[in-house]
């Protein structure tokens, strides 16, 4: 078994081996808006739940290399205006997802770019995507920066105050995976179905 040790690695170098070991990562569709009122639109692959009393869930925005080191237009608008929202990708809207990772000039509006429908929240100001079948309205709770160097990232926390829910992916009121059909992030340019799946009983 090879030992990695992360001191004497780049960043870059490091960063491929953890994307190529958490697998699959769920993907936060972020919605947000600056100041002026522009959408943004970025997918976002350290992703997850952290809360559910209260709902809160967190997703990392890394610090760019190239060009330059420099915060995303995701973080930038939530720092500005404290809001915004988690829309979960599924399968039939990926290529529009993937459309909206390129890096474009703040101005430009990814909903316009990738095709894909703004629809008005009902608590926060930044809009939801249509074709998402769940979306999660937040408000900022907190910004922990764990590194400002290149490579490095900054976990933005928020609190859930209004979850949408497409009565088509509903069983009862749970959500059908089947119906969902999320995907996830592996490493590099490959992503991931959930439709292949097993159950467990959880130990007593």
């Known amino acids: 078994m090879q030992r990695f040790d992360p001191s004497g690695m780049s960043g870059a170098n490091v960063y491929k081996l953890m994307i190529g070991a958490i697998v699959p ?9 600056d100041e002026h009122g522009v959408h943004n639109l970025a997918p976002f692959s350290y992703f997850t739940g952290c809360s559910s009393n209260p709902p809160v869930i967190c997703f990392c925005a890394t610090v760019r290399v190239d060009p330059l080191p420099e915060t995303k237009d995701t973080y930038r608008n939530i720092l500005a205006t404290k809001e915004f929202v988690v829309n979960i990708v599924s399968e039939e809207f990926a290529e529009q997802m993937n459309a909206c990772a390129a890096q474009v000039s703040p101005d430009i509006d990814e909903f316009t770019l ?4 703004p629809v008005a929240s009902e608590v926060v100001r930044p809009p939801r995507v249509a074709e998402s079948h769940v979306q999660m309205e937040c408000r900022l709770r907190q910004v922990v920066t764990v590194s400002e160097k290149p490579n490095g990232g900054y ?3 928020g ?3 209004l979850i949408h829910v497409n009565d088509a992916v509903l069983d009862g009121d749970k959500i059908d995976p089947g119906k969902l059909k999320a995907i996830g992030r592996m490493g590099g340019p490959t992503y991931v179905r959930t439709g292949d799946r097993f159950d467990l009983a959880r130990p007593k």
Do not use: H, N, Q, Y
């Open 155 to 157: 976990l933005i926390l």
């Open 114 to 117: 990738s095709g894909l429908t």
């Open 159 to 161: 609190d859930v105050v």
């Open 25 to 33: 990562r769920p993907i936060a569709f972020v919605s947000s808006i």
